[in-house]
């Protein structure tokens, strides 16, 4: 186990060392709400002095590691410590370890590329995408219900899915409640739909035939059918 | 604790090694209140309706409630007939529940001075709660963080700590956490002035100054390398899980992953996140109704998020598969994920 100040930038924002800027960004994200002051989750763990501590360590590894540049001089430097690395390091699995004993004789880039790759096996990434997974495969049927657990699952609001797509939110949780009535005219609600799905991550060549297939197949001819109703 | 699933236990741990040991769950939270039981009951009935053969247990001696969740009547034979040595053998104080596959010992009793088992007598439970006949064994905790609670947790394959998201519930898990491991941490020391510095850790005012258990490794690092080196191993195979229950909000669900990254940080623990549920008034209605969410609503949010869950802990689909193989098509992950998935009929609501 490590103190705070002993982790690298990529340990401490709990990701791989491949990690992508999306994942960089979304881990620093993730990282700036757990420890802002008033998280739910330090409550009673991280007195405010610490906490402060880890923010300004994980603006500082967002700084480096989100600049191309400078992550790039960071990486080289890495490399050069990497082998350094002491024994009581509690990140390391015990396979990993155990490896990584047998090989210490010539612990070069190789060995430190592949500690690196398993540094987070329970990373926010590889939790969200084993959740997935389990959960949905992205295909099939999609209706109001299933965007909305995708949304939750995911972790975005309503409003933030708003902020970015500019599409109001009460458009969006008639979408979710599949309030059919109250929704614009069907391009709209395509594009609506479009933007949803995009920005929590989902295919929307998928998503949109099918949810428009559902709002269709709703109006059966019981349905006022105004001009804004029909395309 | 070994809560890699299908790993064989070590052979040289006494407790476990019997030719057949059913898997051991503890579901605990520290504190009352916060759906242990409505999270073990819709967990046992998942995994039983997943085909394997499971025992819910009643460890909750002075709040015993879980026959109750499952409707079945006050049973007339409960661990507590054990903890007292009235009945040494615990298979004949299983009940049928209505849920097939499932069968539960109950823990009420009519003598409140049965409530809390000796030591030696809660080692003899645990080793017989390895040997029923099952193939897995979900304890239901009680409320708080006794010692007695926290050895079900600490010997368990898997210690699931449920909490929801409100502050008092977060503490008390922390709290629970953090006596969880200073109990396994002074268990796994040998020397007797390393356990002594242990127990002092433990007191969060002590004279050392010592704060965090990074604070007592560095203690220990200093008295004794070899301790040291306990102490670290021991680290790593503690591995609590954690179920958000009553979740509300995107806000609520990401609390699981804000907990699991300050566990890291903190304890230097890796807890897993098990997964969430939502809050339904229905599910909450589904105790009155004395029988399981899952059985009762199959295709509810809540019943879906809850046989998630159970999915994950019997490792369905591969949690390790699913990140080998990260860059494969959609088609290829649609068919294991497919297979599991108990799909709400039509979607509709």
Redesign the interface.
Known sequence: ????DELDHYELL?ISRTATSVEIDRAYR??Q??YADG????????ESLDARA?RDRLDEAYRVLADPELRAQYDEVMKIEAPVTI??D??RP?EEALRQDSEHADRGRDAADRSAASVS??S?D??V???D???????G?F?G??LR?N???R???LD?ISSVTKVNSTHLRNIEDENFGALPADVYVRGFVKAYAQTIGL?PKVVVPSYMARLEGSRGGTQPGGLFGRR | MNSTTGMPRPPSDPIRATNRSARLLAVGGGKGGVGKTFVTVNLATSLARLGKRVVVVDVDLEGANLHTCLGVPTPQRSLADFVSEREEDLGKLLVDTPIENLRMIGGTHSNLADAQPSHLRRVRLLRGLRQLDADIVLLDLGAGSHASVLDYFLVSDDGILVLQPEPTSVENAYTFLRAAFYRRMRLAMVGHGVRQLVTMAMDQRNERGIRTPLDLLREIEATDTAEAHRFVETMRVFRPRIIVNGVRSAEDVKLGFAVSSVCKKYFGVEAEYLGYVNYDDEARQSVSMRRPIVELRQDADVSIYLQRIARKLLGLPSASMAVQNAGHSAATEAAPAAETRTRPPGGTR
């Open positions: 186990m490590r103190g705070i709990e993730m990282a709400q757990t998280s739910l989750a330090l409550y009673s763990v991280f880890i024994d009581l509690s990140n015990i096996p329970d926010f590889d939790v995408e084993e959740f997974a389990i959960e949905d495969d992205g295909s049927e209706d219900v299933r657990r949304r939750l699952f972790g975005y609001e933030d295919d």
